[in-house]
């Protein structure tokens, strides 16, 4: 059974510029969620996807936006990059939303 | 008021001793919840789910849930310096999963 997978595992961008960040789903689940974590914080919802639908988004400006493909793998796209995005991007995925299951995470570094 | 609410700590419990974390949420609509652990660096990892009102035991841990109180708690038993980490209250909410800020454990040796 593969796990969830993200990619990349570091990253740092400049101020104002785009990033896509990628996660394949376990094997079997229909559903992605994205996750902020910002350091001694607990995670914060982005967002989640159920068979390529956007069914949920938390408190985020629409510059976050997501993408779910048909073998379930999904991209978060964060544009105009600030530097308060600096944090540790979190995705999971599940069969019909729980539990979730966590990739190792992009750790976005925003200068 | 915050959606779940976790005591930021950090608690230290002697090896061996009992680790009590504590959790309460704001949605009397939630069903399932979670205890998630995570390493400094590393990202959550699923230790507990818990349904229904009661206890659930797993090995060492026991989680506890009230849904009249809106209140989750986790029990560590026999606590290992391995344990060291954070844990995280997550709870469901209008179909989607929301985490607390977390309680950092310390088992000091």
């Known amino acids: 059974e593969t796990g969830v997978t993200q990619s990349p595992t570091h990253l740092i961008k400049t101020r104002g510029q785009q990033v896509t960040l990628r996660c394949s789903s376990q094997?079997?689940?229909?559903?992605v969620s994205w996750y902020q974590q910002a350091l001694g914080q607990g995670p914060q919802f982005i967002f989640q996807?159920?068979?390529?639908?956007?069914?949920g988004r938390g408190n985020f400006p629409p510059r976050f936006s997501g993408l779910q493909f048909p073998n379930y793998s999904s991209e978060l796209n964060v544009n105009a990059l600030e530097l308060d995005d600096s944090a540790l991007y979190l995705c999971?995925?599940?069969?019909?939303?729980?539990?979730?299951?966590f990739g190792n995470g992009t750790r976005l570094t925003v200068t | 008021q915050k959606e779940v609410e976790q005591n930021s700590g950090p608690l230290s419990v002697p090896e061996g001793a009992i680790a009590s974390l504590n959790c309460t949420y704001s949605?009397?609509?939630?069903?399932?919840f979670f205890w998630y652990r995570q390493y400094s660096g590393k990202s959550p990892e699923l230790i507990m789910s818990?349904?229904?009102?009661g206890d659930k035991e797993d090995g060492r841990f026991t989680a506890q849930l009230n849904k009249a109180s809106q209140y989750v708690s986790l029990l560590i038993r026999d606590s290992q310096p391995s344990d060291s980490a954070t844990y995280l209250c997550?709870?469901?909410?209008?179909?989607?999963?929301?985490f607390g800020p977390g309680t950092s454990l310390s088992v000091i040796p």
């Open positions: 999971a995925s599940s069969l019909d939303g729980t539990p979730l299951h």
């Open positions: 094997s079997g689940h229909n559903t």
């Open positions: 996807y159920y068979r390529e639908e956007e069914n």
């Open positions: 949605d009397r609509g939630s069903q399932s």
């Open positions: 818990i349904y229904s009102n």
């Open positions: 997550a709870v469901t909410s209008y179909d989607k999963v929301i």
